[in-house]
């Protein structure tokens, strides 16, 4: 055995990092590739626009009076409180800015993987299935914490600072942990939404229409059902609907339609486990007949 | 020699499809090359030892542990797929760190070991230059960088000569035998015969998911002799040519292919076939345009060797 160590084994004696950390190289290497490409730092860069026009909002907010020539008849919508958050949380831009940025670097997540086969290095490696989700997931979530949880969290900051008082928070003291349960609520669901439409095809291009596609469909089915039946509940159908109720039940705002909220949370839950449940199916499949 | 990865009773099958059945080997120290046509069971037996498929029925342990689902064993073993599973945005240095990454080693150590993989396999040159711009020749390398790259003490290599040009095929070549060389285990797939006569002696020929025939390759080719080798001489005077040939007791049918200008001959001696041949070539008047050899592949040899 002495040989065989001379001629080429190289042994190591440092400390390899616990298991619990596997996903996070997949992980880095999906956030690196996304800023990588060009379109993509030019649409996150765009996509900061309204955390950008808010914080303004809440700027003007705190000085009225200084902005009255500009901001006369807005006073309403300029107050700060719970709802503005909703507003920001669930505004369309923000929804259609993630479908963008996943569209761009998330789309290939899994889809690349199953076009060039390297789903099998992967898994050659001491690496789960499960943390091979965990890290394409972290890409997605990483993202959508940027566009969603990040920005509204400063905004309440700012809230803060701008006021120079803690009345803000002692008036709503829930505010912080409301934004950190939606914006993980979103999270949580567009991962699953990017993930489960990046598994179904080897083509990018095909998921990216996918990812567009399935989002507007349920927007546009919502009309139709609406037309037909004059019903609230075809906001069930809709995945910006669902997310919107959600979001005012969490704010504890008047929701867009009033259909319980816990349907909606229900729908989106539902998808989230049968994407889980689809991708994990997807990935046992990891076989080639020749 | 105890063996290193030992395979009892395996089958694995894709709903109605035979990938392989009932396989039962051991494998030693030293290269093993796997040989069979395309669809054998290669990839499947590949895939199972590698630990991507659980086999149907029976079980393979690797160092006296099971496979499946056993991540430890996963350290010891490197893999190297057919297909190009790359990251083409990536540089050389970045996709092999990445890779590196996910075995747990610090950030230091990932970049130390992918160089030296990169030098081993002559790419240090290209670290820096994104894979989507490498020849055939380079990806082939960088695929063999990732196997050895964590110093595995046991190589699964799925065709790694495919599509290389000579000079690229003589360079893994030796690449392997240098593996081989350190002590590793090394399995390689293939399904051109003369590129494993280059690796190794030692080949297991699977055929249909089943191992047709297990040991030296001189064997194989002993049962090669003693099959009738089919050889197309094509030439504008090939009436003259089989006449010529037809006395030869070697020679044992003569095919004509009017339409084609070609003729085939069945012969049990090749050597002495040639040297016949070689001695007609220098008479001014005959032309040879091409020669090949209809049943000079591995599923002519496949085909005899089940009697077909």
Same mark, same amino acid.
């Given at each position: 055995?002495?040989?065989?160590?001379?001629?080429?084994?190289?042994?190591?004696?440092?400390?390899?990092?616990?298991?619990?950390?596997?996903?996070?190289?997949?992980?880095?290497?999906?956030?690196?590739?996304?800023?990588?490409?060009?379109?993509?730092?030019?649409?996150?860069?765009?996509?900061?626009?309204?955390?950008?026009?808010?914080?303004?909002?809440v700027y003007?907010s705190e000085r009225l009076?200084?902005?009255?020539?500009?901001?006369?008849?807005?006073?309403?919508?300029?107050?700060v409180? /719970?709802?503005?958050?909703?507003? *920001?949380?669930?505004?369309?831009? #923000? !929804? &259609?800015?993630?479908?963008? =940025?996943? @569209?761009?670097?998330?789309?290939?997540?899994?889809?690349?993987?199953?076009?060039?086969?390297?789903?099998?290095?992967?898994?050659?490696?001491?690496?789960?299935?499960?943390?091979?989700?965990?890290?394409?997931?972290?890409?997605?979530?990483?993202?959508?914490?940027?566009?969603?949880?990040?920005?509204?969290?400063?905004?309440f900051l700012l809230k803060l600072l701008f006021s120079g008082s803690f009345k803000f928070f002692l008036d709503y003291?829930?505010? /912080?942990?409301?934004?950190?349960? *939606?914006?993980?609520?979103?999270? #949580? !669901? &567009?991962?699953?939404?990017? =993930?489960? @439409?990046?598994?179904?095809?080897?083509?990018?291009?095909?998921?990216?229409?996918?990812?567009?596609?399935?989002?507007?469909?349920?927007?546009?089915?919502?009309?139709?059902?609406?037309?037909?039946?004059?019903?609230?509940?075809?906001?069930?159908?809709?995945?910006?609907?669902?997310?919107?109720?959600?979001?005012?039940?969490?704010?504890?705002?008047?929701?867009?339609?009033?259909?319980?909220?816990?349907?909606?949370?229900?729908?989106?839950?539902?998808?989230?486990?049968?994407?889980?449940?689809?991708?994990?199916?997807?990935?046992?499949?990891?076989?080639?007949?020749? | 020699?105890?063996?290193?990865?030992?395979?009892?009773?395996?089958?694995?099958?894709?709903?109605?499809?035979?990938?392989?059945?009932?396989?039962?080997?051991?494998?030693?120290?030293?290269?093993?090359?796997?040989?069979?046509?395309?669809?054998?069971?290669?990839?499947?037996?590949?895939?199972?030892?590698?630990?991507?498929?659980?086999?149907?029925?029976?079980?393979?342990?690797?160092?006296?542990?099971?496979?499946?689902?056993?991540?430890?064993?996963?350290?010891?073993?490197?893999?190297?797929?057919?297909?190009?599973?790359?990251?083409?945005?990536?540089?050389?240095?970045?996709?092999?760190?990445?890779?590196?990454?996910?075995?747990?080693?610090?950030?230091?150590?990932?970049?130390?070991?992918?160089?030296?993989?990169?030098?081993?396999?002559?790419?240090?040159?290209?670290?820096?230059?994104?894979?989507?711009?490498?020849?055939?020749?380079?990806?082939?390398?960088?695929?063999?960088?990732?196997?050895?790259?964590?110093?595995?003490?046991?190589?699964?290599?799925?065709?790694?000569?495919?599509?290389?040009?000579?000079?690229?095929?003589?360079?893994?070549?030796?690449?392997?035998?240098?593996?081989?060389?350190?002590?590793?285990?090394?399995?390689?797939?293939?399904?051109?015969?003369?590129?494993?006569?280059?690796?190794?002696?030692?080949?297991?020929?699977?055929?249909?998911?089943?191992?047709?025939?297990?040991?030296?390759?001189?064997?194989?080719?002993?049962?090669?002799?003693?099959?009738?080798?089919?050889?197309?001489?094509?030439?504008?005077?090939?009436?003259?040519?089989?006449?010529?040939?037809?006395?030869?007791?070697?020679?044992?049918?003569?095919?004509?292919?009017?339409?084609?200008?070609?003729?085939?001959?069945?012969?049990?001696?090749?050597?002495?076939?040639?040297?016949?041949?070689?001695?007609?070539?220098?008479?001014?008047?005959?032309?040879?345009?091409?020669?090949?050899?209809?049943?000079?592949?591995?599923?002519?040899?496949?085909?005899?060797?089940?009697?077909?």
């Open positions: 055995m002495a040989e065989v160590r001379e001629k080429g084994y190289h042994h190591w004696e440092g400390q390899l990092q616990d298991k619990g950390r596997a996903f996070w190289p997949i992980t880095r290497t999906g956030i690196k590739l996304a800023f990588q490409r060009k379109r993509f730092k030019f649409l996150f860069a765009l996509s900061m626009m309204p955390a950008i026009t808010f914080a303004v909002g003007i009076e200084d902005f009255k020539f500009m901001a006369q008849g807005a006073e309403r919508t300029l107050q409180n /719970p709802g503005f958050f909703r507003t *920001y949380l669930s505004l369309d831009f #923000i !929804f &259609f800015m993630i479908l963008l =940025l996943m @569209a761009l670097g998330g789309a290939g997540l899994i889809a690349d993987d199953f076009r060039h086969k390297a789903i099998q290095l992967y898994f050659a490696r001491p690496l789960t299935r499960l943390d091979y989700l965990l890290g394409k997931a972290g890409v997605v979530m990483f993202f959508v914490g940027l566009l969603t949880l990040v920005p509204a969290l400063i905004l003291p829930w505010l /912080p942990l409301s934004i950190v349960i *939606y914006s993980a609520f979103l999270m #949580i !669901f &567009f991962t699953c939404y990017v =993930l489960l @439409a990046s598994s179904v095809s080897k083509n990018r291009n095909y998921v990216i229409a996918l990812i567009f596609a399935v989002y507007y469909f349920s927007e546009i089915a919502r009309g139709i059902f609406y037309v037909i039946f004059r019903s609230p509940y075809s906001i069930l159908l809709s995945i910006p609907g669902n997310l919107q109720q959600v979001a005012a039940a969490v704010f504890q705002v008047k929701p867009v339609q009033a259909v319980p909220w816990y349907l909606s949370f229900l729908v989106l839950s539902v998808f989230c486990l049968l994407s889980i449940f689809f991708l994990r199916r997807k990935l046992r499949g990891v076989e080639v007949i020749r | 020699m105890s063996a290193v990865i030992e395979a009892r009773n395996l089958s694995r099958w894709y709903g109605n499809v035979l990938g392989i059945s009932e396989i039962t080997l051991d494998i030693e120290p030293g290269i093993t090359a796997l040989l069979g046509p395309n669809g054998a069971g290669k990839s499947t037996f590949m895939k199972i030892i590698t630990g991507q498929l659980k086999a149907n029925i029976g079980q393979v342990r690797i160092f006296g542990q099971p496979v499946w689902n056993n991540r430890h064993i996963f350290r010891r073993l490197g893999f190297c797929p057919e297909s190009d599973a790359f990251y083409e945005e990536l540089d050389g240095l970045e996709f092999l760190t990445g890779l590196l990454s996910l075995y747990g080693y610090d950030r230091k150590e990932c970049l130390d070991r992918a160089n030296r993989a990169l030098e081993l396999v002559e790419l240090k040159d290209a670290s820096r230059r994104p894979i989507r711009s490498y020849s055939r020749g380079m990806r082939q390398r960088i695929k063999i960088a990732q196997t050895i790259a964590h110093d595995p003490e046991i190589l699964i290599l799925d065709e790694p000569l495919s599509g290389l040009d000579p000079l690229g095929k003589r360079r893994i070549i030796r690449l392997i035998k240098e593996f081989r060389d350190a002590g590793k285990t090394v399995v390689v797939s293939s399904h051109v015969l003369p590129e494993v006569e280059a690796l190794t002696s030692e080949i297991i020929l699977i055929h249909n998911g089943k191992i047709l025939a297990r040991g030296d390759i001189h064997f194989i080719r002993e049962l090669l002799d003693s099959h009738p080798h089919m050889i197309r001489i094509k030439s504008p005077q090939y009436r003259e040519l089989a006449r010529l040939l037809a006395p030869e007791e070697y020679v044992l049918n003569i095919t004509f292919e009017p339409e084609a200008s070609a003729v085939v001959f069945e012969t049990h001696h090749r050597d002495r076939f040639f040297n016949r041949l070689n001695e007609l070539v220098l008479d001014p008047g005959l032309d040879l345009e091409e020669i090949t050899s209809p049943d000079d592949n591995l599923q002519a040899v496949f085909d005899y060797l089940v009697g077909r």
